[in-house]
């Protein structure tokens, strides 16, 4: 089981894994002990079942869970599948559509709405309306208008799936719509193969289209959008993006009037952090972060929204690094620093000022796992040469790693953090 399985829960104290495909448990972080089974496919009331899961998110509140089964892959990280809700207290599966199958499905903060993607289109089911379902948008054509999930070069180059989020307050869905009508198609030929088997290609080899820029031709036209749920007003949010410039996230704040975008140019040297209201639809300029030859797409991945601004990667001291920018703009502060670079960004945690992240650690094959202090001073957490990979608890009192060397295979442990020496290493022991 690697840390990728590991999601933590809002207590804090423990984390939410899949065992055997087939229930759901909540373990301790303390000493990895199973201490609640969620879900479990042979555990279930009423008329609705299923054989296996595949993937699953916890509502907010806890007391619901999105699972899904018969996934079915699209492109490299993306998929669809067919979600049901389940109820933890009573125990009960429904389906959240019978439309067909879903993409990226997502909780509202209050837990009682779910939006996701189907056939270039965004629906929201809200659960107080006994499951209701509407679309929001009805412009999705497949090779011509993609709305809430990014197209196949977004997917590829900035490594994400879902292009929407609700607002604070559940009271809006905002998404990047990308127009790829321009773009120009490639196709490739379908055989029989295995896993999936096509047996209407046994004889005769069929063929998929879709859209592919290569290198100099013309990008999909992304812009973002707005949707009121309760007036059901759509609106076009006022950010500036460059002719084939790009939209690699959008993502919500702790404050309903506010959501953020990134903006990128074609040359990918250029970041844009924008704050945009998505009733007023203006979008205000709060960073801009100029690197050469170009901005990986580790900087997207580690992009995060905190409760007092947000926290980003930059290369431009000659090292990746970690940066704090409040909300309202302002000259960003160093949260790491060193000739060693970040790898991963883990959290932030504004209470204490404290900032959990990966770096390499001496050469290409080593990375620990790391806390640095509101003063940039960093001590090492993980105890073992090697690489690190690290999950930690939603308080950061604890942190679940995976380390490996060219010798060893993965190996999991996690616990409390205390200074290096005190260290033990046995699995789930008190680190």
């Not at 759901?24 to 042979?42: A, H, P, Q």
């Not at 996934?71 to 429904?94: A, D, F, V």
């Not at 879903?102 to 209050?110: V, Y």
């Not at 030929?189 to 209407?200: A, C, D, N, T, V």
Request: proline share 5%.
């Amino acid at each position: 089981m690697s840390p990728d399985g590991v999601n933590p829960m809002a207590d804090g104290e423990s984390y939410a894994r899949i065992e055997d495909d087939k229930r759901i448990v909540r373990c301790s972080f303390k000493d990895g002990k199973v201490e609640e089974t969620l879900f479990d496919v042979s555990d279930v009331r009423g008329r609705v079942h299923i054989d296996e899961i595949n993937d699953y998110i916890i509502s907010p509140k806890g007391d619901n869970i999105l699972i899904e089964t018969e996934h079915e892959q699209i492109y490299r990280r993306s998929g669809k599948g067919k979600w049901y809700i389940y109820s933890i207290k009573n125990k009960t599966l429904e389906l959240l559509s019978d439309g067909g199958k879903q993409e990226q499905p997502l909780w509202s903060p209050d837990g009682y709405m779910v939006a996701f993607v189907r056939e270039g289109n965004l629906f929201l089911v809200k659960l107080l309306f006994n499951n209701s379902e509407s679309q929001i948008t009805k412009d999705g054509e497949m090779n011509r208008v993609i709305n809430g999930k990014p197209d196949w070069v977004y997917e590829e180059e900035f490594v994400f799936t879902r292009a929407f989020c609700f607002t604070a307050d559940a009271s809006m869905l905002c998404w990047i719509r990308f127009d790829e009508s321009k773009v120009p198609l490639y196709s490739f030929p379908l055989y029989k193969g295995l896993k999936p088997e096509r047996e209407q290609y046994l004889t005769y080899p069929g063929r998929f289209e879709y859209k592919y820029p290569m290198a100099g031709e013309v990008n999909s036209t992304p812009s973002v959008h707005s949707f009121d749920i309760k007036s059901r007003v759509t609106r076009k949010l006022q950010l500036p993006v460059e002719a084939d410039g790009y939209v690699p996230r959008i993502m919500s704040t702790e404050q309903p009037e506010k959501i953020v975008c990134l903006t990128q140019n074609r040359h990918q040297d250029q970041l844009g952090v924008y704050v945009c209201n998505p009733r007023s639809t203006e979008c205000r300029l709060v960073l801009t972060d100029d690197v050469k030859p170009y901005i990986g797409e580790t900087v997207y991945g580690n992009f995060r929204v905190v409760s007092d601004g947000f926290v980003y990667m930059s290369e431009k001291s000659g090292t990746a690094q970690l940066y704090h920018c409040s909300i309202n703009g302002g000259a960003p502060r160093a949260l790491t620093s060193g000739e060693q670079p970040v790898v991963d960004f883990y959290g932030y945690d504004a209470r204490t000022g404290n900032t959990y992240y990966s770096a390499k650690d001496g050469g290409p094959l080593r990375e620990a796992v790391y806390v640095s202090d509101s003063k940039g001073k960093a001590k090492k957490l993980s105890q073992q040469e090697g690489v690190n990979h690290a999950v930690f608890s939603a308080n950061y009192k604890y942190f679940y790693n995976e380390w490996s060397n060219l010798d060893t295979p993965p190996v999991y442990s996690g616990g409390q953090q205390r200074p290096a020496r005190q260290a033990r290493r046995d699995v789930f022991g008190q680190a």
